[in-house]
């Protein structure tokens, strides 16, 4: 009830009957991992989608924090900085590195190095609900790049968004992204051939579906635009209009696979970061290699850092060589539809257990104001 008279979202309740912090019959404290963001000033700053690396520079001699980025058009971006606070907080930072020919509606990139030390992007295409791939021509990530052919399966382009590239210690490559919106609600997944196309004879397969009430939120009916470009027809007049499965990123610990993803509507406060996980030596392929969390949500809303819909992010080596995890987030529990808020991007620090599957956290308290943040 104290939630729901100071106007935040309903279910925080729930998180407190499945366990959250203070239910020691779930969960007890030491399986609640503390928020922690040690010499990090939150939020980073403005921003959605982070899909981080941090890069050892040899020319400079230190590591860098590469941050992709978009404008929701046809261009394509990198945030670089040695300071983590900085990366995205200072707008010198922001380098352009690809431009498309036509306005696209770029979304939600996803970064990661190639094994030969070349980089890879991925990039969700609104406008036309697909993923384009752009490659860097050498190691430097702010050298010229390339594009090359959409994402494909069985000689089709793949339908969806939010592309997130999981690269595996023997070197097989796989593609997981969404489906939600255009189709029925899940996280697929393709086996890479090479960084456009799956390989021959593989199947998509659909590996996280909506079925715990945590994932049952949907969006608003009506249709929505990205800055002018149709997007998501959310009326009774779309088939799939359901609960939405979004953004995947992954990190593997020992033998353990997790592949985060977010549910609900972003621009809302029941949005959140939930894990499934499989064996590393499992079939990737196979929706039965994966289980969802007990975790989960490993992290939501929490009034107490006025912290609102945290998901759609990624994880990555943090400055003290931890395993750390950026996410957008609102500081407004009415969200982006019921007043003045914007997103913004934080970072913190994560943990598992002793079976490698990543801890339940909360979302770490602000340390700085960002200018035009409600």
């Given at each position: 009830?104290?939630?729901?008279?100071?106007?935040?979202?309903?279910?925080?309740?729930?998180?407190?009957?499945?366990?959250?912090?203070?239910?020691?019959?779930?969960?007890?404290?030491?399986?609640?991992?503390?928020?922690?963001?040690?010499?990090?000033?939150?939020?980073?700053?403005?921003?959605?989608?982070?899909?981080?690396?941090?890069?050892?520079?040899?020319?400079?001699?230190?590591?860098?924090?590469?941050?992709?980025?978009?404008?929701?058009g046809?261009?394509?971006y990198l945030?670089?900085?040695?300071?983590?606070?900085?990366?995205?907080?200072?707008?010198?930072?922001?380098?352009?590195?690809?431009?498309f020919?036509?306005?696209?509606?770029?979304?939600?990139?996803?970064?990661?190095?190639?094994?030969?030390?070349?980089?890879?992007?991925?990039?969700?295409?609104?406008?036309?609900?697909?993923?384009?791939?752009?490659?860097?021509?050498?190691?430097?990530?702010?050298?010229?790049?390339?594009?090359?052919?959409?994402?494909?399966?069985?000689?089709q382009?793949?339908?969806?968004?939010?592309?997130?590239?999981?690269?595996?210690p023997?070197?097989?490559?796989?593609?997981?992204?969404?489906?939600?919106?255009?189709?029925?609600?899940?996280?697929?997944?393709?086996?890479?051939?090479n960084?456009?196309?799956?390989v021959?004879?593989?199947?998509?397969?659909?590996?996280v579906?909506?079925?715990?009430?945590?994932?049952?939120?949907?969006?608003?009916?009506?249709?929505?635009?990205y800055?002018?470009?149709?997007?998501?027809?959310?009326s009774?007049?779309?088939?799939?209009?359901?609960?939405?499965?979004?953004a995947?990123?992954?990190?593997?610990?020992?033998?353990?696979?997790?592949?985060?993803?977010?549910?609900?509507?972003?621009?809302?406060?029941?949005y959140?970061?939930?894990?499934t996980?499989?064996?590393?030596?499992?079939?990737?392929?196979?929706?039965?290699?994966?289980?969802?969390?007990?975790?989960?949500?490993?992290?939501?809303?929490?009034?107490?850092?006025?912290?609102?819909?945290?998901?759609?992010?990624?994880f990555?080596l943090?400055?003290?060589?931890?395993?750390w995890?950026?996410?957008?987030?609102?500081?407004?529990?009415?969200?982006?539809?019921?007043?003045?808020?914007v997103?913004?991007?934080?970072?913190?620090?994560?943990?598992?257990d002793?079976?490698?599957?990543?801890?339940?956290?909360?979302?770490?308290?602000?340390?700085r104001?960002?200018?035009?943040?409600?």
């Amino acid at each position: 009830m104290l939630f729901n008279l100071l106007g935040v979202f309903t279910i925080a309740v729930s998180f407190v009957d499945a366990g959250w912090p203070g239910n020691p019959q779930c969960y007890p404290a030491p399986q609640v991992y503390p928020a922690e963001a040690p010499g990090v000033l939150n939020p980073l700053g403005k921003g959605q989608d982070p899909a981080p690396v941090r890069w050892y520079n040899a020319s400079l001699g230190q590591n860098v924090y590469l941050f992709p980025d978009v404008n929701f058009g046809s261009l394509v971006y990198l945030r670089v900085s040695p300071d983590l606070s900085e990366v995205q907080y200072n707008p010198d930072n922001l380098h352009t590195v690809f431009q498309f020919g036509t306005d696209i509606a770029t979304e939600a990139p996803d970064l990661s190095q190639l094994p030969d030390g070349r980089w890879v992007m991925y990039i969700s295409a609104v406008q036309i609900n697909t993923i384009f791939v752009i490659e860097s021509d050498t190691e430097d990530p702010l050298g010229p790049w390339s594009q090359y052919p959409n994402v494909q399966h069985d000689g089709q382009q793949i339908q969806g968004y939010d592309a997130h590239h999981l690269n595996l210690p023997n070197g097989d490559r796989y593609l997981t992204w969404s489906t939600s919106y255009h189709a029925p609600p899940s996280v697929s997944i393709i086996k890479l051939q090479n960084s456009s196309h799956a390989v021959p004879g593989t199947p998509l397969s659909a590996i996280v579906v909506p079925s715990e009430y945590y994932e049952m939120n949907q969006i608003p009916a009506g249709n929505y635009s990205y800055d002018g470009h149709t997007c998501c027809d959310t009326s009774s007049n779309n088939p799939y209009n359901a609960p939405v499965i979004e953004a995947p990123s992954s990190w593997i610990v020992g033998d353990t696979v997790n592949l985060g993803y977010a549910a609900n509507y972003y621009a809302d406060a029941t949005y959140n970061t939930l894990i499934t996980t499989a064996s590393l030596h499992s079939d990737l392929l196979d929706p039965a290699s994966w289980t969802k969390s007990p975790y989960n949500p490993i992290l939501g809303s929490w009034f107490f850092s006025s912290t609102y819909g945290p998901g759609s992010g990624g994880f990555f080596l943090g400055p003290d060589d931890g395993v750390w995890f950026a996410y957008g987030a609102m500081s407004n529990a009415s969200g982006l539809t019921g007043g003045p808020s914007v997103r913004t991007v934080r970072a913190q620090k994560i943990e598992w257990d002793s079976e490698g599957r990543i801890l339940r956290t909360i979302p770490v308290n602000a340390t700085r104001s960002i200018p035009g943040v409600i």
